[in-house]
């Protein structure tokens, strides 16, 4: 047994301990820390972007979402029945006066849990080795993200001003929409100008649709012609069942041979490509060959997940190593200048190979989803209050990457926020560096065109107070209210006193 002294507590474990920066290194496949600070708050951070990232209370149930054919897409489908306090990579346990024990894996395929004597590393992949700290909590996070970066690297970019396409047209953009948008935002002050999910002939068919006849290429040249960086959604790693002229073989598999439906959207399954066989290394790198030939040098990679998936690949290995495989792919395949923004992305294995991540659940033009909340316990599903809380609590990641939390609304057309929580995503926004809006000009009137522009231009000095609470130019804002911290708040009349009976699904 070595025992080390961490400040305040001292940890013992079983494992080779050696001093690092701010902490100490375990050289372990497992890590289990003894620790004295009993049954508190435990910060689970969830595999990917969409998953929940919060501080739970220790004595509460974890929140596991409850309905099983969302459970892949909300979370790591491999702790779905976990009973305990568990999340993926990295967690941490709070301990008086605003400190926190933390324990991270510097490899993939690993999860972290918490008891109130332990905090227990485990690696489902080759050995990790483990980062673990005592002290203030934002030390200790910051501290563990330089672990990370000598161990990944990072090519943290710069997003500039983004115009994203999803969040006002859905799926139903056409070529005549998209000019319509490019010639509307001009003298807004964005940088970038992405087109989302819809331009495309079927989710895995990565050519252009019957609503864009000129093509793709014709697409980003005017773009570019405008003053914008071209930017593109796609999703690489996925192939709808619709999709013709993909062969299955090329599918990660389940255990009798047959390819592994990944999840259900767009109106039916999708399967997942198996990024360690030939045949799907060669689908990937056609497609984002394809759309940096066309022209478009941002690439929004979505549902990117879905390599990762627990299954069957030619190549022998474990989800996140697998992933990482296909997503260095991508990198080699476009080159060091495209801005690639992981979405869906299981967090860990995107560093240092990805600019950006999308840290949190889709926006949506209302606070909450009383559905999900109460029937489903779904953080990772579209609401604005769920964007901002997970984003807010991966805000350590920002060295390492750039982190993307969504789009914010400035239009009260088609939206049903309060003004207060429109205000709280913009903020949102300014704090990560990363500012998008999906608002066509037009939707806008003429104060919240004034607000958007305003946004766009500052340069906020930004100084965070604690965990939830920053400062803007000097303006107190307070994001606690947001967050899903502990027993989970409501506000009156949204929902809270609504008591709905619980299910009990059958697997
Ligand atoms: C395009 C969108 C946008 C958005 C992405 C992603 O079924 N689902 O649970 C589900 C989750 C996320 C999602 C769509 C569906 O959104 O985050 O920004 O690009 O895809 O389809």
């Not at 041979?257 to 056609?286: E, L």
């Not at 990363?434 to 608002?439: C, G, I, P, R, V």
Request: charged share 20%; with cysteine; aromatic share 10%.
């Amino acid at each position: 047994m070595n025992t080390i002294d961490l400040g305040d507590i001292s940890i013992s474990t079983d494992a080779a301990l050696a001093r690092t920066t701010g902490g100490v290194i375990v050289d372990a496949k497992d890590a289990v820390l003894r620790h004295p600070l009993g049954s508190t708050t435990f910060y689970r951070h969830g595999w990917h972007s969409w998953a929940l990232a919060h501080w739970a209370v220790m004595d509460d149930e974890p929140t596991v979402v409850r309905d099983p054919a969302r459970r892949a897409l909300s979370d790591d489908p491999l702790l779905a029945e976990h009973p305990g306090h568990v999340g993926n990579y990295v967690g941490a346990i709070s301990g008086p006066h605003g400190n926190a024990l933390l324990l991270g894996a510097l490899g993939f395929d690993t999860i972290v849990e918490a008891t109130a004597g332990t905090l227990r590393g485990t690696s489902r992949g080759e050995p990790s080795r483990w980062f673990a700290a005592y002290g203030p909590e934002e030390v200790v996070f910051a501290d563990y993200a330089k672990a990370l970066e000598k161990e990944l690297g990072s090519v943290r970019g710069d997003p500039g001003r983004v115009w994203c396409s999803w969040y006002s047209f859905y799926q139903d953009i056409t070529e005549a929409s998209t000019h319509e948008a490019l010639s509307g935002v001009e003298g807004f002050g964005f940088d970038v100008f992405q087109l989302d999910d819809g331009w495309q002939v079927e989710i895995g068919t990565w050519e252009q649709g019957p609503d864009f006849p000129s093509g793709m290429a014709a697409m980003a040249t005017a773009i570019s012609e405008a003053g914008y960086r071209p930017g593109l959604w796609i999703a690489p790693f996925i192939v709808h069942e619709r999709s013709e002229n993909v062969l299955p073989e090329i599918f990660v598999q389940d255990a009798d041979g047959h390819p592994k439906i990944a999840g259900y959207n767009w109106g039916g399954p999708y399967y997942a490509v198996d990024v360690t066989s030939d045949g799907g290394r060669r689908h990937v790198a056609d497609t984002v060959q394809r759309a940096v030939d066309w022209g478009y040098t941002y690439l929004k990679l979505d549902f990117i997940f879905a390599a990762a998936i627990p299954g069957v690949r030619v190549g022998d290995l474990t989800g996140d190593a697998a992933y990482r495989h296909g997503i260095e792919l991508i990198r080699q395949t476009v080159g060091d200048d495209v801005y690639l923004l992981g979405c869906g992305s299981p967090i860990l294995p995107s560093i240092g190979i990805f600019n950006g991540i999308r840290v949190g659940p889709d926006v949506a033009p209302y606070w909450e989803n009383d559905l999900n909340r109460h029937l489903h316990q779904d953080y990772s599903s579209p609401a604005l209050r769920y964007a901002i809380s997970t984003s807010l609590n991966r805000l350590w990641l920002k060295p390492l990457v750039a982190v993307d939390p969504d789009v914010a609304y400035f239009r009260t057309r088609f939206a049903i926020l309060k003004d207060s929580h429109r205000q709280l995503m913009a903020d949102l926004c300014q704090v990560c560096e990363s500012l998008a809006t999906s608002d066509p000009p037009w939707w806008l009137n003429a104060a919240e065109t004034d607000q958007l522009k305003a946004w766009l231009a500052a340069q906020p000095i930004i100084e965070r107070q604690d965990r939830y609470r920053f400062t803007i130019d000097g303006r107190p804002v307070d994001f606690e209210p947001a967050t899903l911290d502990g027993p989970i708040r409501s506000e009156p009349g949204q929902g809270a006193e609504l008591a709905l009976p619980i299910p009990h699904i059958d697997r």
